[in-house]
């Protein structure tokens, strides 16, 4: 049974773009929390901020962004807080949690894949930095990882280049990579994006069963319901910088509590009859430049009371009722019947 313990930790985080049209507020206040032995799923529309969110974690974020304010704590297996917003940026603990502690499946497998370097290479490079392994050792490691991850022949494998290998292979060597030094949390960053349906479904299954053999955490970014449905635990809901709504898989499937969340899951083609029109969330995410007062949801939602959701600044994140799993960042959230 997985436990219950909090293992990754994002507290009120705000990350800025400076530009010459102003500032960018990328991530504006995000909060959310990944339990040991879970996948949190974090959910929403292209530019709510959910990869920046996973970059500002590793603090991958390259100027002119940068974490403004807000933590982000990793808790160890042993028992250890690890403020990673607190390190410098050669600071050997920031170098342990890059890859080592944490590691990261990234969007397109072939930007994440030097073009000019062998399989093989790649992955024992990983092993040899992060587990001080020597190179047979290494390489013995990245076959039984090419193995782990499905890749047939994986000891032939590791002499060839990414362009000789198709989209899927290629991201389950970014898997195997990511694997290497056997970390305690994964970022899949968009992991299927790029690849045919059949291929995501199998990448699917394979992070599935991935992450209950190694007994690992896991953070899924994604805008599809469909792979989160079928792969997550947790869902945060994320829009315009902020996460809106989070709750066990099941409970927010079954009943939403965000207008925006409700609005996802009814665009689902798997919920429209036949020949349906399916419903669309009307607009689209504002400008990080221009953050609407009140509620960032309210220019978009049918719900929206005028002069209480468009004014001051955005409703908190606060739990629905005695149990802390359901949270909602939407003022008509507490209403009796609400129903968005």
Same mark, same amino acid.
């Given at each position: 049974?997985a436990?219950?313990?909090?293992?990754?930790?994002i507290?009120?985080?705000?990350?800025h773009?400076?530009t010459h049209?102003?500032?960018?507020?990328?991530?504006?206040g995000?909060?959310?929390?990944?339990r040991?032995?879970?996948?949190?799923?974090?959910?929403?529309?292209s530019?709510?901020?959910?990869?920046?969110?996973?970059?500002?974690?590793l603090?991958?974020?390259q100027?002119?962004?940068?974490?403004?304010?807000?933590?982000?704590?990793?808790?160890?297996?042993?028992?250890?807080?690890v403020?990673?917003?607190?390190?410098?940026? +050669?600071?050997?603990?920031?170098?342990? /949690?890059?890859? &080592?502690?944490?590691?990261? $499946?990234?969007? =397109? @497998?072939? !930007? %994440? *894949?030097?073009?000019?370097?062998?399989?093989?290479?790649?992955?024992?490079?990983?092993?040899q930095?992060?587990?001080?392994?020597?190179e047979?050792?290494?390489?013995?490691?990245?076959?039984?990882?090419?193995?782990r991850?499905?890749?047939?022949?994986?000891?032939?494998?590791?002499?060839?280049?990414?362009?000789?290998?198709?989209?899927?292979?290629?991201? +389950?060597?970014?898997?195997?990579?990511a /694997?290497?030094? &056997?970390?305690?949390?994964? $970022?899949a960053? =968009? @992991?299927? !994006? %790029? *690849?045919?349906?059949?291929?995501?479904a199998?990448?699917?299954?394979?992070?599935?069963?991935?992450?209950?053999?190694?007994?690992?955490?896991a953070?899924?970014?994604?805008?599809?319901?469909?792979?989160?449905?079928q792969?997550?635990?947790?869902?945060?809901v994320?829009?315009?910088?902020?996460?809106?709504?989070q709750?066990?898989?099941?409970?927010?499937? +079954?009943?939403p509590?965000?207008?925006?969340t409700?609005?996802?899951?009814?665009?689902?083609?798997?919920?429209?009859?036949?020949?349906?029109?399916?419903?669309?969330?009307e607009?689209?995410?504002?400008?990080?430049?221009?953050?609407p007062?009140g509620?960032?949801?309210?220019?978009?939602?049918?719900?929206?009371?005028?002069?209480h959701?468009?004014a001051?600044?955005?409703?908190p994140?606060?739990?629905?009722?005695?149990m802390?799993?359901r949270?909602?960042?939407?003022?008509?959230?507490?209403?009796?019947?609400?129903?968005?």
């Amino acid at each position: 049974m997985a436990s219950s313990g909090v293992v990754l930790e994002i507290d009120d985080l705000h990350v800025h773009f400076a530009t010459h049209e102003g500032t960018a507020l990328a991530v504006n206040g995000a909060s959310l929390t990944l339990r040991r032995g879970r996948i949190l799923a974090l959910v929403g529309e292209s530019g709510c901020g959910k990869s920046v969110t996973s970059y500002a974690i590793l603090r991958l974020v390259q100027p002119p962004g940068r974490i403004v304010r807000g933590r982000i704590r990793y808790h160890t297996p042993g028992g250890e807080c690890v403020d990673v917003t607190a390190l410098g940026d +050669r600071d050997e603990a920031l170098f342990r /949690l890059r890859g &080592g502690q944490i590691g990261m $499946i990234f969007q =397109e @497998p072939m !930007t %994440a *894949l030097s073009p000019v370097h062998t399989i093989g290479d790649q992955i024992a490079e990983a092993v040899q930095l992060h587990r001080g392994a020597d190179e047979t050792i290494a390489r013995e490691r990245a076959v039984d990882l090419l193995g782990r991850v499905g890749i047939p022949d994986a000891r032939r494998r590791l002499d060839q280049y990414p362009f000789q290998l198709s989209g899927g292979m290629r991201q +389950r060597v970014v898997i195997a990579m990511a /694997l290497a030094a &056997g970390p305690d949390v994964l $970022i899949a960053d =968009e @992991p299927t !994006t %790029a *690849l045919d349906v059949t291929i995501q479904a199998q990448i699917i299954q394979l992070l599935r069963s991935l992450q209950t053999d190694l007994g690992l955490s896991a953070l899924l970014i994604t805008h599809d319901l469909g792979v989160v449905a079928q792969l997550a635990d947790d869902v945060s809901v994320m829009y315009l910088g902020r996460v809106i709504e989070q709750a066990p898989v099941r409970d927010l499937i +079954r009943a939403p509590r965000h207008p925006y969340t409700a609005g996802l899951l009814a665009s689902l083609p798997a919920r429209a009859s036949a020949g349906e029109r399916l419903p669309a969330i009307e607009g689209s995410v504002p400008s990080p430049l221009e953050i609407p007062l009140g509620c960032p949801f309210h220019p978009r939602c049918r719900h929206c009371l005028p002069g209480h959701c468009d004014a001051g600044g955005p409703p908190p994140l606060v739990a629905l009722g005695a149990m802390e799993a359901r949270q909602v960042s939407c003022w008509r959230a507490g209403e009796e019947d609400w129903n968005p």
